[in-house]
């Protein structure tokens, strides 16, 4: 009987070892494979030899997550990681695309400013009438004697004087502003004025006081945009604040 229950151990042991090998795999505990290699082994061999404890028998963790392939938790945290990045790439590029956008638009349209505040539109743009010999060349706005008049942009002051700046009494004291890029602006009937030929200004910047000299019929400030320095080439200077952003 013993010498049955010897001969019959390496067959029990290499069927304990199979089972481990299974229970392993698919994640069941060390215990349960010598529970299965006995009762297969059967009788007095099960009693002659025990299986050996579950510590025996490890599951290698970083082997069972290897053997899970892309389902691993790793696989997901790259795949995760991916898709951020994708993410980050497509909405910063989406963003940098509109941001150059802005900055053309904000770069293709200028910065201007009305010339007076708390005023009263008076004459218009090609209003005909006795007054003017030809038809208005620019907008008045009606303010008191003294109303501080700022350049309507930035630029350089190109007439500034008596007699229209050179341009005829009828404009009496006047300031013509270059603004670069064929355009030019002009303020004229000042009861002051604060700047020079040459003379570097900015947009809001004070350029002189209005008033009532020349050929007018009360306080104002005569304003004008031009193509060029010069009287007769006025255009409507409404409409041009209205293209950039101003509404008088």
Known sequence: MLKRALSRRPAASRLRTRVAVVAAGV???AALGAGISAAADGGPAADAAPAKPAASVQVDPAAHGASAGHHGPGAHGKGHEHAAH????????HHAKHGHHHTK?????LTWARPVHHYKLNASFNQAGGLWSHKHSGQDFAVPIGTPVGAAHSGVVVKAGPNGGGDGPAYGNAIVINH???TYSQYAHLSHIDVHIGEKVKEGQRIGLSGNTG????????FEIRSTPNYGSAVNPVTFLHHHG???
């Open 27 to 29: 994640g069941a505990s």
């Open 86 to 93: 994708e993410h980050r790439a497509k909405h910063g590029h």
């Open 105 to 109: 638009a904000a770069h293709h349209k």
């Open 180 to 182: 670069g890029h064929g």
């Open 215 to 222: 050929n007018t019929t009360g306080p104002h400030l005569h």
């Open 246 to 248: 101003l509404r008088v």
